[in-house]
DNA sequence: TTATATTTTTACCAGTTGGTAAACAAAACA
DNA sequence: TGTTTTGTTTACCAACTGGTAAAAATATAA
């Protein structure tokens, strides 16, 4: 009772430390094993403590799988939402969207693993939040690259393929690294070798789009 | 006994319908869901046999999972050895590569979302064959594109960003399928539609490679 | 301190699943 | 035709896993 106020407790910091070191636990878990190869014990055991225990702070796996999907899409859209495509400067716009998503592919390796999962499982969960959240803001975002394709800022391309490589060629940085470990010989994609990635990237896509003063 | 000849018998033909029947079948729920997922009661549902025959023909799971996967990475790499990189001409030949690398995102599609669940787990089986297969490829590939940037037929940029960027574009045609379908509003990507995919991204990539000689 | 709420542990189980063993059926061979 | 090889079905099970029930322990509040 009482604590109407906005002091935690004790207990309410504890749970909320346990209770994202369980996602962290789950979200590497599901990334490698997807949902059905993720056990609870072994999320459980990750996160260091009991199965019983985990399942007192998620009532079950489903549940917990859905906060580690939502809580994916939820910096995805946060990041990407901040940075609203301008009508007027392209460049600079394309820029920031794909050094914002590149680093979304550092920053969250394991949710990017899990999303790409469940898309290629056919988006079972998660299919109703892509409706209604990512369809809406991908129409407004080809929008504004139309109203650039019309004042003649860039190539003129049916929009939806530009996005669809940006996503793709960046998301693969997260998802396929172990690929592309294994090709360029690294244990893992180091930070130095991340911002050359970055770097490279932006202006493969500026150029694919003739976005690109130079 | 006997047949050491080439002649097959009613029933090494019919083995090898089935076997190609339940491998389709494997391709198919192993795409939809992950290794772990996919039972093999499921899979020989699918085939229309029961489980014990689907165990006659391939002992367990394993190795049904492996024949899988051999058989769609051979389909890859047959397909892009043929079409050798050229020195020459680096327009004609990365147009063939993209179209190539579409085709297989529009011909097997399962196969491909195998592949992904696989190398984004850690690639735990298909490692070996990474390494040994696909990685002396990848540097013969290197090789020719460094050869374009010496001879400034194309931009100067790191020749494995530009795979990824190839890899990830088109692959994402069949491992994300879902998420196009739904953003574009379409129930499955139509023969038409596909085509018109291969010919923006085939463009996108002239483009970014510098390639394109508009 | 005592009562209450929260957290953790212990014990257990029902359903699913990969796989074995062996009986049974059908085709190929001699 | 009888025999052997190949293919299919039936019966079964051990291991794993998600989840329940409830007891035990710990922290918070009065």
């Known amino acids: 009772m009482v604590n109407k106020g906005s002091k935690k407790t004790k207990q309410a910091i504890n749970r909320e430390i346990l209770e994202s070191r369980i996602l962290r636990s789950a979200e590497i878990i599901f990334a490698e ?63 920031h969207y794909v050094k914002a998503k590149m680093q979304l592919s550092r920053d969250y390796p394991y949710g990017s693993k899990v999303f790409a999962h469940e898309i290629i499982g056919g988006a079972p969960v998660l299919r109703p939040y892509l ?21 003649g800022f ?20 997260a998802d396929f690294s172990t690929q592309m470990e294994i090709l360029m010989g690294q244990s893992q994609l180091q930070e130095e070798s991340y911002s050359r990635a970055e770097r490279a990237v932006t202006e493969l896509i500026l150029h694919a789009l003739g976005a690109s003063k130079k």
Request: aromatic share 14%.
């Open 33 to 95: 094993k997807g949902f059905s190869g993720a056990s609870m014990e072994r999320i459980a055991e990750r996160a260091n403590i009991s199965k019983q225990n985990l399942i007192y702070y998620f009532a079950n796996k489903d549940l917990l799988y859905k906060r580690v999907l939502q809580e994916t899409l939820g910096a995805w859209i946060d990041k990407l939402q901040l940075l609203e495509l301008s009508e007027a400067d392209p460049e600079t716009s394309i820029r």
């Open 131 to 151: 409706v209604s959240d990512l369809k809406p803001q991908f129409e407004r975002d080809i929008k504004v690259v139309n109203s650039w394709i019309n004042k």
């Open 154 to 173: 860039i190539n003129k391309i049916d929009p939806a393929y530009f996005f669809f490589m940006i996503w793709a060629t960046t998301q693969s940085y």
